[in-house]
């Protein structure tokens, strides 16, 4: 197309001249997609899946003194706490809100919101690959991937009696 060409599809944008390409931006306002339970005390919500490149991203909230299952990380994992407190059992450190965290690739913990906290935690986290979800004695009990999250938020939505989720990627 020459240059004359292209600035005459600009100044006429009517849908014949318009090329269809992807969106400039996806955008889900909170309350377009809902928090789902994933366990007793700790609920989520799936903002975007890419089952074929492996991540999904999820909002987690978790009330005070839950604990959720030991795992292990077979990707790099992104966390951004926007309310509360939380803690990996394993180490000292406390993320707090305005924390972030990055966690490599294999590691391995026990995600916690400490009994003293005084509000719901509110968490963002990014997860590559999968969350091996570990017994007593380290084997691997359950995983949770892009699609096994998928699939667990589509159910949680269905079993609420909500409409199909409109996550972005699925």
Same mark, same amino acid.
């Given at each position: 197309?020459?240059?004359?060409?292209?600035?005459?599809?600009?100044?006429?944008?009517?849908? &014949?001249?318009?090329?269809?390409?992807?969106?400039?931006?996806?955008?889900?306002?909170?309350?377009?997609?809902?928090?789902?339970?994933?366990? &007793?005390?700790?609920?989520?919500?799936?903002?975007?899946?890419? +089952?074929?490149?492996?991540? /999904?991203?999820?909002?987690?909230?978790?009330?005070?003194?839950?604990? +959720?299952?030991?795992?292990?990380?077979?990707?790099? +994992?992104?966390? /951004?706490?926007?309310?509360?407190?939380?803690?990996? $059992?394993?180490?000292?450190?406390?993320?707090?809100?305005?924390? @972030?965290?990055?966690?490599?690739?294999?590691?391995?913990?026990?995600?916690?919101?400490? %009994?003293?906290?005084? &509000?719901?935690?509110?968490?963002? /986290?990014? $997860?590559?690959?999968?969350?091996?979800? $570990?017994?007593? %004695?380290?084997?691997?009990?359950?995983?949770?991937?892009?699609?096994?999250?998928?699939?667990? @938020?589509?159910?949680?939505?269905?079993?609420?009696?909500?409409? %199909?989720?409109?996550?972005?990627?699925?």
């Amino acid at each position: 197309m020459t240059l004359e060409a292209s600035a005459a599809l600009k100044d006429d944008a009517s849908p &014949e001249n318009v090329v269809a390409g992807p969106p400039l931006a996806l955008h889900r306002a909170e309350g377009d997609l809902p928090f789902v339970p994933y366990q &007793e005390g700790v609920t989520f919500q799936l903002n975007q899946v890419d +089952i074929e490149a492996g991540y /999904f991203v999820v909002r987690l909230r978790g009330e005070p003194g839950r604990t +959720i299952q030991r795992h292990k990380h077979t990707g790099e +994992i992104f966390a /951004f706490t926007l309310a509360g407190s939380w803690r990996y $059992l394993e180490y000292p450190e406390i993320n707090t809100a305005g924390s @972030y965290l990055y966690e490599p690739a294999g590691s391995v913990h026990t995600l916690h919101f400490p %009994e003293s906290n005084t &509000e719901t935690t509110d968490v963002w /986290f990014v $997860l590559h690959g999968a969350n091996l979800n $570990l017994d007593a %004695e380290g084997n691997v009990e359950s995983v949770l991937d892009a699609s096994a999250a998928l699939a667990v @938020y589509r159910a949680g939505c269905r079993d609420g009696g909500l409409p %199909e989720p409109h996550v972005i990627g699925a």
